[in-house]
């Protein structure tokens, strides 16, 4: 049986490159299914027990969607980055890691560049 999953290649992140990153890094977590788990997380109960089995269901998808899009960011990232997300407990804290952290120094340096342009 032949399978229709296309092999994606994972861009890595580099200290120059975080727009395009995230836009190609997007573009692969839609095609996996997983980009609104990352864009939005979901919420971990309190109490798991009281749920329906209907929740216990999605609850189970939510995780293993949120593993996904999580190891497929890890995918792109060198060990100094790792670094930076390693103690995220979620795909959606690990992107906002990212996104701070990059999305930030590149508005310094745009920044510093106008500056020093006049």
């Known amino acids: 049986?032949?399978?229709?999953?296309?092999?994606?290649?994972?861009?890595v992140l580099t200290k120059s490159n975080y727009d395009n990153w995230s836009l190609r890094m997007k573009a692969i977590l839609g095609a996996h299914d997983v980009w609104e788990i990352v864009e939005k997380g979901f919420i971990e109960p309190e109490n798991e027990g009281?749920?329906?089995?209907?929740?216990?269901?999605?609850?189970?998808?939510?995780?293993?969607r949120d593993k996904k899009a999580l190891c497929?960011?890890?995918?792109?990232?060198?060990?100094?980055?790792?670094?930076?997300?390693?103690?995220?407990?979620?795909?959606?804290e690990a992107w906002e890691k990212l996104r701070t952290s990059y999305k930030?120094?590149?508005q310094v340096k745009k920044v510093r560049l106008k500056t020093l342009r006049g």
């Open 1 to 11: 049986m032949a399978s229709n999953n296309v092999p994606f290649q994972v861009p």
């Open 50 to 64: 009281s749920l329906s089995q209907t929740q216990k269901d999605g609850l189970r998808d939510s995780r293993k």
């Open 72 to 92: 497929l960011l890890y995918q792109g990232l060198d060990e100094d980055t790792f670094e930076k997300v390693v103690e995220a407990t979620s795909a959606k």
């Open 104 to 106: 930030g120094a590149d």
